[in-house]
């Protein structure tokens, strides 16, 4: 079962109830941040155990959205809170066919552990050519992530249609490239002002770049 412990933000206490009260009702705002990532690290070793990258990046960005509870803050029954963690949800590209298809993977602070939990959701899943592949529904703590390997971007911004009930970031990567020798890839998130402010993003970003740079932190 995925954890899905919640805790709830007592608004006269936290230090953002000013903040998110203005960017939620005078002045809703979101905004997106695109930054060139280095992987070439973390790529190198994922690909000398003979492992797929893209649920190392997975991991990586859910490893540094369970470190800042900023980015976890959502309601719930109509209170604000936090969940411990959040599990990322993105999406699978069918190839025969190139339809898209919803799929989610239990979160676990043990690289290996999370690495199995894809995999078996792949194996299990992966042929479902239904909109929502896993039977099984995303809960309410799972992010949205992904990945556009054709894409070389500068920007991206998601454009949500449905009012917000989470204040969870949105995560994209692109077609990674080279760059003096090194492997790079495009990098977006884009965030809810109410729960973080641009010094956010920025340890949210640095916690990420530093993780590709040392892999031996995580994989080993």
């Known amino acids: 079962m995925s954890n899905e412990n919640f805790h709830k933000i007592d608004l006269k206490k936290w230090d953002r109830s000013q903040y998110f009260y203005y960017f939620t009702k005078l002045l809703p705002t979101g905004y997106s941040i695109s930054v060139n990532i280095d992987i070439t690290n973390a790529y190198n070793m994922v690909k000398t155990k003979q492992r797929k990258f893209f649920p190392a990046y997975l991991y990586v960005a859910s490893r540094v959205v369970s470190e800042m509870k900023e980015f976890r803050v959502a309601s719930l029954d109509g209170e604000l809170g936090y969940y411990e963690v959040l599990h990322p949800s993105y999406a699978i590209l069918h190839k025969d066919d190139n339809t898209m ?120």
Do not use: C
């Open 101 to 220: 298809s919803n799929m989610w993977t239990e979160y676990d602070d043990d690289f290996d552990i999370f690495y199995k939990n894809y995999m078996d959701d792949q194996n299990k899943y992966g042929d479902n050519h239904e909109p929502m592949a896993k039977t099984e529904m995303a809960p309410q703590n799972s992010f949205m992530i992904g990945m556009l390997p054709w894409i070389e971007f500068s920007s991206y911004t998601p454009v949500p249609f449905s009012p917000l009930t989470t204040y969870y970031p949105i995560l994209q990567g692109g077609k990674f490239f080279e760059k003096d020798k090194r492997k790079m890839m495009p990098f977006s998130i884009t965030v809810h002002h109410a729960v973080a402010d641009g010094y956010h993003v920025g340890l949210f970003l640095e916690k990420f770049q530093e993780y590709m740079n040392s892999p031996e932190s995580w994989m080993e």
